[in-house]
């Protein structure tokens, strides 16, 4: 009887150490977090934002940039981002500017000329700061901002 209950012992615990590698090897590896967006290609940045003062507008220039990546989506617009304070009031250094989308503009060009322009009507005794930023088709991807423009006016 004793045999019948040593083989019955060593059969239970193969058993057991079968069913824990079992259950280990599929358990995983590795710690689980949120899930995370596929990494998508980001849509190239505008860096020469320029103005120009005429009349009671500001006209911004700036240049299609071209992709760097050939999987970069493309283009299809850029949003204008505008920041209006009194001239009485004073902005620290180091404070966040409270920027506001103001427009959204297309970005058609034509053949090699790939500047576009957008031209703002301003009101006199304000601190204006702008800047843009690129957008792909239905928004999917938002480029960095671009380079700011600062005046008083």
Do not use: H
């Given at each position: 009887?004793?045999?019948?209950?040593?083989?019955?012992?060593?059969?239970?615990?193969?058993?057991?150490?079968?069913?824990?590698?079992?259950?280990?090897?599929?358990?995983?590896?590795?710690?689980?977090?949120?899930?995370?967006?596929?990494?998508?290609?980001?849509?190239?940045?505008?860096?020469?934002?320029?103005?120009?003062?005429?009349?009671?507008?500001?006209i911004?220039?700036?240049?299609?940039?071209?992709?760097?990546?050939?999987?970069?989506?493309?283009?299809?617009?850029?949003?204008?981002?505008?920041?209006?304070?009194?001239l009485?009031?004073?902005?620290?250094?180091?404070?966040?500017?409270?920027?506001k989308?103001?427009?959204?503009?297309?970005?058609?060009?034509?053949?090699?000329?790939?500047?576009?322009?957008y031209?703002?009507?301003?009101?006199?005794?304000?601190?204006?700061?702008?800047?843009?930023?690129?957008?792909?088709?239905?928004?999917?991807?938002?480029?960095r901002?671009?380079?700011?423009?600062?005046?008083?006016?």
């Amino acid at each position: 009887m004793t045999s019948l209950y040593k083989l019955f012992k060593y059969n239970l615990i193969f058993i057991a150490m079968v069913v824990m590698v079992v259950v280990l090897s599929v358990a995983g590896c590795g710690k689980k977090g949120p899930p995370s967006p596929p990494r998508q290609l980001a849509v190239p940045s505008v860096n020469n934002l320029e103005s120009k003062i005429e009349a009671n507008n500001v006209i911004l220039t700036w240049t299609v940039p071209e992709a760097k990546e050939k999987e970069s989506p493309p283009i299809t617009g850029f949003v204008i981002r505008q920041a209006k304070y009194p001239l009485s009031e004073e902005i620290c250094e180091n404070c966040p500017i409270n920027y506001k989308p103001i427009a959204e503009v297309a970005a058609d060009f034509n053949g090699n000329d790939r500047k576009i322009k957008y031209i703002k009507q301003l009101d006199k005794g304000f601190k204006y700061f702008f800047k843009v930023t690129a957008f792909s088709k239905n928004m999917t991807s938002e480029s960095r901002d671009s380079n700011i423009i600062k005046f008083d006016y």
